[in-house]
């Protein structure tokens, strides 16, 4: 077992889902240049290994040439993994996972928290194992948490807090969201006793609650009195100019249980591509940029915010699948925020040529939000305006 070349670290907590824990990891890495341009030492990044090789294959694919640069800064936690994947949302009914996670919320915290306060064995992405001490690890990076680590200082990133859907859930007509409402309550508060802990919150804009807050600086809206509004969280991505055949992308999500929803792209009779060709059968396998070629038509893909933002700052109109009430709710109020933006289709078996009818308008929708994003803030890049405000309260704590 060897020792890592870094001294002190950042440790990744984030929700189910292949999204949160790239951006999460893309959140680190925006930390890190930060603190490398104001001439601090950049730390290792412990990422909770909680899906396998999949995960870290993806992970391979995405930062591969940051680790020839920064060699062993990314390391995989399996251990912390399986604590966090206890909890998550897997594609059973979503009443039993909240009631689950609802009541060992607290428990399983408690047991984050005594595995990262001691000896860590981690793995670098090439596979070397390291070992480090848990009182090494200086940052808590959140992107959605489920649980509370209390180890470091601690900066929440969102779309929304899971305590203010399940609250709002709760007022919603019966049968559209199927979860009994005494347990969206005990489940918001649980929520609360999460995500309250952090030192600051980030929200995104647009996000899950946007359509019902457009004005962007109402204080009277804000959930904690720390909240700053900041662009998507996520890179920008560049444009991919290969010469493909028009189609549409259908974007695999990380939760299983939920392919049904994404066979209904098939009707459309057009290409399809797809990063999950065992999942979406018929499809040419193709890497998530290509959701930025001219070409493609739209993107068809479960409405996380990772896919809603990346449609958006690309200009390819999203589709996305109505909502089964047994989901998480999470999804009904992104659906909903998607429709009442303008930037999104909800696909209730529409044919073809009607879905096309919308593709203007929603380009339209698209630009309009983004110059307001550029109007505000200057860049569409949120992770970089984060890590400026992390890294400032990071250091303040240092004096």
């Not at 800064?73 to 897997?90: A, H, M, N, P, T």
């Not at 948490?145 to 919603?172: D, K, M």
Request: charged share 25%.
């Amino acid at each position: 077992m060897g020792h890592s070349a870094y001294r002190k670290f950042i440790v990744l907590n984030f929700a189910y889902g292949t999204g949160p824990y790239l951006r999460c990891l893309d959140l680190a890495l925006a930390f890190n240049q930060e603190l490398q341009v104001r001439g601090r030492e950049r730390l290792g990044i412990i990422v909770p290994w909680v899906y396998g090789e999949k995960q870290k294959s993806i992970i391979c694919q995405e930062f591969f040439a940051h680790d020839k640069r920064y060699p062993g800064e990314i390391l995989f936690d399996r251990r912390l993994g399986s604590i966090l994947k206890s909890v998550f949302y897997s594609g059973s009914k979503y009443e039993k996972v909240l009631e689950k996670w609802a009541s060992n919320v607290r428990v399983i915290s408690a047991k984050a928290n005594r595995h990262l306060s001691g000896v860590l064995d981690l793995e670098t992405i090439i596979g070397e194992k390291v070992r480090i001490k848990g009182e090494n690890i200086v940052v808590e990076l959140s992107r959605s948490p489920r649980i509370r680590y209390e180890v470091a200082p601690a900066y929440f990133t969102s779309f929304g807090y899971l305590g203010e859907i399940l609250e709002r859930s709760r007022n919603v007509r019966k049968g559209l969201i199927d979860v009994k409402p005494s347990l969206l309550k005990e489940g918001s508060k649980a929520a609360d006793w999460v995500e309250g802990s952090y030192r600051l919150h980030c929200l995104s804009y647009p996000a899950t609650f946007t359509s019902l807050n457009l004005s962007l600086g109402d204080d009277s809206k804000r959930y904690y009195k720390d909240e700053i509004i900041v662009p998507p969280i996520g890179p920008t991505p560049k444009l991919n100019e290969k010469i493909i055949a028009p189609g549409i992308f259908v974007t695999i999500s990380g939760v299983s249980g939920l392919k049904r929803l994404y066979k209904e792209a098939k009707k459309l009779g057009v290409a399809i591509y797809s990063n999950d060709v065992k999942s979406a059968l018929g499809s040419i396998r193709s890497l998530p940029d290509l959701i930025s070629n001219n070409n493609i038509i739209f993107q068809f893909a479960r409405a996380g915010w990772s896919s809603v933002w990346l449609s958006m700052i690309v200009g390819t109109p999203l589709v996305v699948p109505s909502f089964d009430p047994k989901d998480d709710p999470e999804i009904y109020w992104n659906n909903k925020a998607v429709e009442e933006l303008g930037i999104g289709i909800v696909y209730r078996g529409q044919c073809f040529d009607k879905l096309m009818g919308q593709v203007v308008g929603i380009r339209r929708k698209q630009v309009a939000i983004k110059e307001r994003i550029l109007k505000k803030w200057g860049t569409l890049n949120g992770l970089v305006v984060c890590a400026k405000i992390f890294v400032d309260d990071f250091l303040r704590g240092e004096l």
